[in-house]
C-alpha cells in the first residue's frame, strides 16, 4: 500500500494537568510556529483559547494544530499534525472524536504523580482502536519525581487494559514541556535531561513510531467529519480527516448523512491548519486533516465521499452518558431582572436577557451539532428539558457558557442515568483515586463509607502520601468534592472515571444539614443576618433581594428552617435603629456554580442568572411544602 511520508497524525492523551498544552506550546514554538518578534507576547497555553479553559485550567474541547518540521539531515519538511485533547472523562466525547483523527497517540504521564483515572480512561480508548503509543514522562523536574515507578506503574496499566505485545512495546521519552527539553535518556530524579536542550528527540521519536498514513492508489474519495467549528463568512465549518482520494476546493462531494440519506454538495473553501491559523488551500490528500465550508447542515460523524461511487465511514460512537439534569426556563419572582433584581435600575444591562423556553431550546439543539457525548430529552413540562451527559463538570461547564451569553435558566439537582439489565435496575458507577496525606486517611474512608464507596486498592508511596482507590456510585459523588476538600483541609485530589453499572446501592444520604429558607420577599439586612448566624452558615451579603423559598444558608441541623432575613431593627425613642450594632457578621459562603448544583436536595433547584446563582426550593411557597411534608408522612 502506497504511505504518505511527508505527514504525520498524532494525538496527545493525558490525564487532567499532566502538562499536554504545555508541551504543546514548545512543539510550536521550536517547530518556528511563531516568528522571533512573536515569541515574547505568545500567551502559555495558547491552544486554551476558550475563557472557560483558561479560567479553569483545562482543556475542553479536542483542537488541532500543525507544525512544520525541518529534519536534521536535511530532508524535506514534514507536516505533524497534533490533536491536543482534553484530559477529563467528562469530555470523553472530544477524546474519541481526537483518536479518528490520527495514527498514533502520546501519552503523556505526570513524573511524579504517576498514571491516574484519566490516564486509564484515555488509554484504554486509544489501545482499542488500535494505536500504537509513545509514552512521554513529563515534568521530571519536579522535586518529588519517581521516574522509575511511574514508568512500572504505566507498563502495570497496559497489561491491566489487555495491551497486545506491538502495543506494549512502546519507546520513551522525557522531558520537561515547560522548558521544553526532551531526552531518550533517563535523567535523575528531580532534574531537567542534561543531555539536551531541546525538544529534537521527542520530534525524531514521532517521526520513527507513528506510522505514515497510507491509501489505496485511485481509491475513490473518503473523507471522515470529526468536529465542528462556525465562521462569521463562511458558516459552518466542518474539520475532516481524509481517508482516502482527494478532496480539491470548488469539487462536487457526496454527502452521506447520519441517517443514511445522499445528497450531492460543493466545497466552497477548502482549509488546511498551519500553526494556529486556517489557510486557504487547493487540494487535501489521503491522511490529511483539512476543513471545509458549505454544508450548512453536516454533522459530526458524516462522509464526505465520490458522488460516482459513494461508500459511507462508520459512525463516531461515544460511551452511553451516566448524569442527568433538568434544565428550564427562569420561573423565580427575579426573573429578567438584572442582578440586584432592581428592575428599572438594571434595564439597561438585560436589554440581551434570554428568559422564554423558545430561547433556551434553540440553544440546547445547537449544543448537540457539535457535542456528540450530550443528549437533551422531553420532560412532562413544555418549558424544562433533560440534558444527559458524561458528568457534573460537562453539564456545569454547558451551564455556565449559557449563562456568559445572557440565559437566565432553572438547574435541576444532578441526577443519575440508570438502565435495566435484566430486570433489576443498574446504576452507573465511578472507580475513584484518592491521594491524601496519611492524617486525613481516617476521614476520607470515614466519607466513602457514608457513600458506599468499596476500596479496592491502597497504596504508601512512603513520602507521607496515601493513594486509595475506591468503586462508588455515581450518585455518591454528587456533593462530594466539596466535602471531601473541607476534610482534607483542602490538600486532597480527587479523580473519578465511569467504571460502568452495577445494581443500585439502595438509598444513600449525602447531606446531613438542612437549609436557611427565606419565608418572605425584601432585602436582607444586616441585624438579621447578626440574629441568623449561630442558626447555621449564610450565603447572602446585607443588601441581597431575596424572596419567598429562596435558600440564604445552610442549618446547623438536619431539617428546613423557614427565617425572615429582611427584619429590620425597629426606631425607638429610646435608641436609634442604628446604635448598639458592635456585633461583627460573619462573612457569608459564597457558593460557585459547581458548588452550588452540589448543594441541591432532591426538592431544592438552582436559579443561574448572568450576574448571580441563588439556591431554592422547587415549591416556593411555604404552607404549601408544609403541606406536601405532611402528607408524605401521613
Request: negative net charge.
Amino acid at each position: 500500500m502506497p504511505t504518505r511520508h511527508d505527514i504525520r497524525n498524532v494525538a496527545i492523551v493525558a490525564h487532567v494537568d499532566h502538562g499536554k498544552t504545555t508541551i504543546v506550546d514548545a512543539m510550536l514554538k521550536q517547530a518556528g510556529a511563531f516568528a522571533a518578534h512573536q515569541l515574547d507576547s505568545v500567551d502559555d497555553r495558547v491552544m486554551d483559547s476558550n475563557d472557560l479553559e483558561r479560567e479553569k485550567g483545562i482543556t475542553i474541547l479536542a483542537k488541532n494544530t500543525a507544525v512544520k518540521y525541518h529534519p536534521k539531515d536535511g530532508g524535506d519538511p514534514i507536516t505533524i499534525n497534533i490533536i491536543d485533547t482534553p484530559g477529563h472523562a467528562d469530555f470523553g466525547g472530544e477524546v474519541e472524536r481526537g483518536l479518528s483523527m490520527v495514527d498514533a497517540v502520546v501519552l503523556l504521564v505526570d513524573a511524579s504523580e504517576g498514571p491516574l483515572p484519566q490516564t486509564r480512561f484515555v488509554l484504554r480508548k486509544a489501545l482499542q482502536q488500535r494505536k500504537p503509543v509513545i509514552l512521554c514522562i513529563n515534568k521530571t523536574d519536579r522535586p518529588d519525581s519517581r521516574i522509575d515507578e511511574v514508568v512500572n506503574e504505566t507498563y502495570d496499566l497496559f497489561l491491566d487494559l489487555d495491551a497486545d505485545e506491538d502495543q506494549i512495546e512502546f519507546p520513551i521519552v522525557y522531558a520537561c514541556g515547560r522548558d521544553g527539553i526532551a531526552s531518550l535518556t533517563k535523567p535523575e530524579d528531580g532534574t531537567v535531561p542534561a543531555d539536551s536542550t531541546n525538544l529534537e528527540p521527542f520530534f525524531s521519536t514521532i517521526l520513527e513510531h507513528v506510522p505514515a498514513p497510507s491509501f489505496e492508489e485511485d481509491a475513490p474519495l473518503q473523507a471522515h467529519v470529526t468536529n465542528l467549528d462556525a465562521d462569521n463568512f463562511l458558516g459552518r465549518i466542518a474539520l475532516l480527516r481524509v481517508e482516502q482520494g482527494e478532496l480539491r476546493k470548488g469539487q462536487t462531494v457526496a454527502w452521506i448523512k447520519r441517517d443514511g440519506t445522499i445528497s450531492n454538495v460543493r466545497i466552497t473553501e477548502l482549509m488546511m491548519t498551519e500553526a494556529l491559523t486556517r489557510k486557504p488551500a487547493e487540494v487535501a490528500g489521503p491522511g490529511d486533516i483539512c476543513a471545509v465550508a458549505g454544508i450548512p447542515d453536516i454533522m459530526i460523524g458524516e462522509t464526505l465521499a465520490d458522488p460516482e461511487n459513494p461508500v459511507a465511514l462508520p459512525l463516531i460512537t461515544v460511551d452511553e452518558p451516566a448524569i442527568s439534569m433538568t434544565i428550564g426556563t427562569n420561573t423565580s419572582p427575579l426573573v429578567g431582572r438584572g442582578g440586584t433584581g432592581k428592575g428599572a435600575d438594571a434595564k439597561s444591562a438585560v436589554k440581551d436577557r434570554k428568559v422564554t423556553a423558545r430561547q433556551v431550546k434553540d440553544r440546547l439543539d445547537r449544543e448537540l451539532v457539535g457535542n456528540v457525548s450530550l443528549r437533551v430529552l422531553d420532560t412532562e413540562r413544555p418549558d424544562a428539558w433533560e440534558v444527559q451527559g458524561r458528568g457534573e463538570l460537562a453539564l456545569a461547564i454547558l451551564v455556565e457558557q449559557m449563562r456568559r451569553e445572557g440565559f437566565e435558566m432553572t438547574i435541576g439537582k444532578p441526577q443519575v442515568v440508570t438502565k435495566e439489565v435484566d430486570g433489576k435496575v443498574h446504576e452507573p458507577v465511578e472507580r475513584l483515586t484518592v491521594d491524601v496525606p496519611e492524617e486525613h486517611m481516617g476521614a476520607v474512608t470515614q466519607l466513602m463509607g457514608t457513600r458506599k464507596g468499596r476500596m479496592d486498592n491502597m497504596s504508601n508511596h512512603g513520602s507521607g502520601w496515601v493513594r486509595m482507590e475506591f468503586v462508588v456510585p455515581s450518585r455518591g459523588l454528587i456533593g462530594f468534592r466539596t466535602e471531601f476538600l473541607t476534610n482534607t483541609r483542602g490538600t486532597g485530589i480527587a479523580h473519578s472515571i465511569h467504571e460502568g453499572h452495577e445494581p443500585w446501592f439502595g438509598e444513600l444520604k449525602t447531606r446531613n444539614n438542612g437549609s436557611l429558607v427565606a419565608d418572605r420577599a425584601g432585602a436582607v439586612t444586616a441585624f438579621a443576618m447578626t440574629n441568623l448566624q449561630e442558626r447555621g452558615v449564610l450565603f447572602t451579603d446585607p443588601g441581597t433581594e431575596v424572596y419567598e423559598g429562596m435558600i440564604v444558608g445552610e442549618n446547623s441541623r438536619a431539617d428546613d428552617m423557614d427565617v425572615n432575613i429582611t427584619k429590620e431593627k425597629k426606631l425607638t425613642n429610646m435608641r436609634s435603629s442604628s446604635a448598639d450594632s458592635f456585633e461583627a457578621i460573619v462573612p457569608p459562603r459564597k457558593l460557585s456554580l459547581e458548588q452550588s448544583l452540589e448543594f441541591c436536595r432532591d426538592d431544592e433547584c438552582v436559579e443561574v442568572t448572568p450576574e448571580a446563582v441563588r439556591i431554592r426550593k422547587v415549591v416556593l411557597d411555604q404552607k404549601e411544602r408544609g403541606r406536601t411534608a405532611s402528607r408524605a408522612k401521613r
